[in-house]
């Protein structure tokens, strides 16, 4: 670069030399880039901009100029009037402890160089915007004054500054940004006066850095006043707080102090202090409660959010997932979302502790209170307008069994139609699996099942719970699923949604069909994802046995052959699976208490007992859907000895749909029948299924064979789900149509498993959970076999009868007439297992497979 004659070299002051050498020893530089004199442009003055003005700033961009090989900051500009340092800051400094700004400080040294260079044609000078972030790294956690101290949005002081200097600044990070060339920017500007240019300068150079601090520490929500104000200045909230004050016939100030108070107690109050210093808290928490927390795939996530407006949507188990999420997210780097809670959770203490740390609070309902589902929609509005990250559950609270709920749509809806009020950065739902192996919440979740009523969170409660820091929850695992954009689903389902209305109240026409098919595909995503722990295994396969109970050489080989079954067939790329061996996993199991080993002479057995087997269900039922396919051939023959391949596949078919309802699997028909096929020549290749008649025939070893033994504790898996699918058909078929509501329908089928749980000592509550009853009836609905007549009560074709003769095949007759005779019935009961087919030409699914199989037996082995 040529010497520029405007520039002169000068010697630093004597103090700033001192107190540079005194600094030293605390301050290590990390440039961003690390050879930042690539940036700069040849012949012309270097001035570089700073965010603050403070002589500690000064001090560490000398030294990272110093050790880059950059001009120094300290050199003379000759400008009109007088020579200055090559520095200066957007804002200057005043007070010792808190700090205050004044903005009018970059507008005299940026007038002054622009009216050098409108002196001298041939002078440019490159302005170098420059951040300067001490100890902004989300991971410091060395002390506890290091993250209150740490970089934020506030203003502080010069002794919080010292004070940061001191506890962080070995952890200082200077980002040298692109040069501004002024000569060009004069150019560009033709018609600006001196004046304006300044200003417009000034205000580019803002927005830059505050877009750089964003990007490092996340959006500036510290003031909530500023987002609430925002709110109530949107015209529907105007006009809400306008409908209001004329509906209730009250004062507009009244309504509009209504409208803010429900801001207010809606909004988060974002701080970073308070988010760093939960942090350093929480990592000892995590320490006293669990073995390790792992994340897997977050690579990804890192890669495609940039530029998108991301929404984490995980699964909801615990309590711990929203803190778990974010310190995760906080520790490695990425700005915490703002959370969506329920106002139970907004206690005294704990409330604004989450509302510091990026939680809003939500109703459970918005009925009958139009402002506040007003206020709500525009608050979320902003967040989604202002690129705040956002997390929220969309099963709408924590599943009691394990399993994924079905999802409620409202936050999807409100999410979507805020960005299609203003799609300025495109969005991007991130699904999250969370794997627990013991959960705290596991004995109230047993509790609320089995009739008692869910606890009310409160103070006490919580202080109550403490309690639990005494166990341990081993480890905790957060699988990201593949992400999912919210664009292509729209240009899919609306070609033309860009042209939609921008006002806050429209509807499309597609709009709840796109929502739908949103949750859909996060809720499969995130089964995707999951993570398969020792415990989930060991559920798999001891919750399948009547007793709870297996020989060890037993377990040891059905925990073999379901880790290899999926590891053989990986159900997706994004599945994570133990890498203990069995033995490893049975001893695991009986650190964690969850197994107990009976010793004995001819081989030692494990068991699990009492309320350690339901809890373990919810485990099972984590990844239950992981082995449905298995599941339903290992099904096909619990009570045939021999079946057609064809068979398998045709019934499989028809069940799937209420699989796939329940446990959100990914395929279509064809999908899951190849998946079928699949684990058919699995389970041949490893000898426990024969084929025989060119594959057409599929045959199980006796009862008394370890294959056939494998196969059933494998079938058992998902028994009760087709014990509950036949329970809800038997009860209206048993009945008749036109008798019976679908609510009576759900009553009966509840009671009916209820009754059935406890003569049999079932271990599973989700066996009689009433959601899996009315999500059963609604996908007998969409497939048209049941509907509702005009007086409310359910009719039904004759497809309906057809299943409870196809359950034949699956359910043993014992099984199938203990569930008719506690079914109830009115007028119309009858034994359904003694119907003769609807056509005398017709015969059973039952028969018909056994009449295949006996033909292809004689055809070629010449006997039956």
Known sequence: MSADPHV??????????????????????????????????????????????????????????????????????????????????????????????????????????????????????????????????????????????????LVVGRFRRMLALLLNGRDTVVHFSEPVSLRTVLSESQGLTSERLTRKIARVLRTHFRRIRAAVIGPDLSHRRTVVDAVLNAQPVRDAVAATASKENISHAKAERRARDFALEIAADYSHPVVRSTSFLLSNFW??????????????????????????????????????LSYQLHH???????????????????????????????????????????????????????????????EGGRSRTGRLLA????????????????????????PVYIGYEKLMEGKSYVGELTGKPKEKESLLGLIRGLKVLRQRYGHVTLNFGEPILLTPMLDAAAPDWRETTSEADSKPEWLNSVVDDLAEKIQVNINRAADVNPINLLALAILATPKHAMAENDLLAQLELTKSLFQELPYSDRVTLTAMNPQGIIAYGEQMQWIRRVRHPLGDVLVTEGEQAVLLSYFRNNVLHLNAAAAWVAACFLNNRRMSRSSVIRLGKIIYPFIQGELFLPWDDEGFAKQVQDTIEFFVRRGILEASSEGRVLERGPGQDDGAYQLRVIARSMLQAFERYYIAIAALVKNGPHTMSAGELETACTLTAQRLGMLNELSAPEFFDKALFRGFIQKLREAKVVWTDDNGKLDFAEALEDMVRDAKVILAREVRHSILKITPGGDNERDLDARPPSDPGETTAES???????????RHHGEH
């Open 8 to 153: 002169h070299v000068a010697r630093s002051p004597w103090w700033f030399k001192l107190l540079g050498r005194l600094l030293e020893p605390w301050v290590r530089i990390k440039r961003d880039p690390a050879e930042p004199a690539g940036l700069l442009r040849s012949g012309a003055a270097v001035c570089y901009a700073i965010e603050r003005d403070g002589t500690s700033d000064a001090l560490i961009l000398e030294r990272a100029c110093r050790e880059a090989g950059l001009p120094s900051p300290m050199q003379l500009l000759e400008l009109p009037g007088r020579r200055r340092r090559s520095v200066f800051s957007l804002s200057r400094q005043h007070g010792w402890l808190f700090g205050r700004t004044d903005s009018r400080g970059p507008k005299e040294p940026i007038g002054q160089m622009i009216r050098a260079i409108e002196a001298d044609p041939e002078r440019d000078i490159q302005v170098i915007p420059v951040s300067i972030y001490v100890g902004r790294a989300p991971n410091r956690e060395s002390g506890w004054f290091s993250v209150l101290f740490a970089e934020n949005w």
């Open 287 to 324: 320490n006293k409660l669990y073995d390790g927390i792992a994340m897997h795939h977050f690579d990804k996530v890192r890669a495609a959010a940039p530029g998108h407006e991301v929404i984490y949507v995980p699964c909801h188990r615990s309590h711990t997932d929203y803190l778990l």
């Open 332 to 394: 490695s780097g990425v700005v915490p979302p703002h959370i969506a809670a329920g106002v139970n959770l907004n206690l005294p203490v704990v409330g604004p502790i989450l509302r510091r740390g990026g939680a809003f609070f939500l109703r459970r309902s918005f009925k009958g209170n139009a402002m506040y589902s007003v206020v709500f929609n525009e608050y979320l509005a902003q967040l989604v307008d202002r690129g705040v990250p956002l997390e929220y559950f969309i």
């Open 407 to 430: 999802p409620r749509a409202g936050m999807l809806v409100m999410t979507l139609r805020a960005f299609l009020r203003a799609p300025r950065r495109p969005v991007l739902f991130q």
């Open 848 to 858: 018909l497979h056994d009449r295949h199989v006996a033909n292809e037996h004689q």
